[in-house]
Nanobody, 121 residues
Framework: QVQLVESGGGLVQAGGSLRLSCAAS????????MNWYRQAPGKQRELVAL???????HYADSVKGRFTISRDNAKNTVYLQMNSLKPEDTAVYYC???????????????WGQGTQVTVSS
């Protein structure tokens, strides 16, 4: 089993910045992709950004140029630096990871519990 614990959410004014962290722990041999999703009230969960084990990244168009995803493989941790925040970025942000407990074990996916980000206008 793998646990994902997010931190760093909060209330910020428009134009401000926040940095989210997500630490993975448990029976981890390797982690493939680590992603950030978000879900605003009444909306579907959407992909915000992802980063592969090799460091390749992908961003939703709505956050390109404002958000930066990074990871520390030694710490099994992924970060999301969010700058120039807008009220429409308000949502619960979820961490997601694909991990396995051994080289011959299957890959499983895991979700964090979510952290609230609120951007006031």
């Amino acid at each position: 089993q793998v646990q994902l614990v997010e931190s760093g959410g909060g209330l910020v004014q428009a134009g401000g910045s926040l940095r989210l962290s997500c630490a993975a722990s448990g029976s981890i041999f390797s982690i493939n992709t680590m992603n950030w999703y978000r879900q605003a009230p009444g909306k579907q969960r959407e992909l915000v950004a992802l980063i592969t084990s090799g460091g390749s990244t992908h961003y939703a168009d709505s956050v390109k140029g404002r958000f930066t995803i990074s990871r520390d493989n030694a710490k099994n941790t992924v970060y999301l630096q969010m700058n120039s925040l807008k009220p429409e970025d308000t949502a619960v942000y979820y961490c997601y990871a694909e991990a396995r407990s051994g080289s011959s074990r299957p890959w499983y996916y895991y979700w964090g519990q979510g952290t609230q980000v609120t951007v006031s206008s």
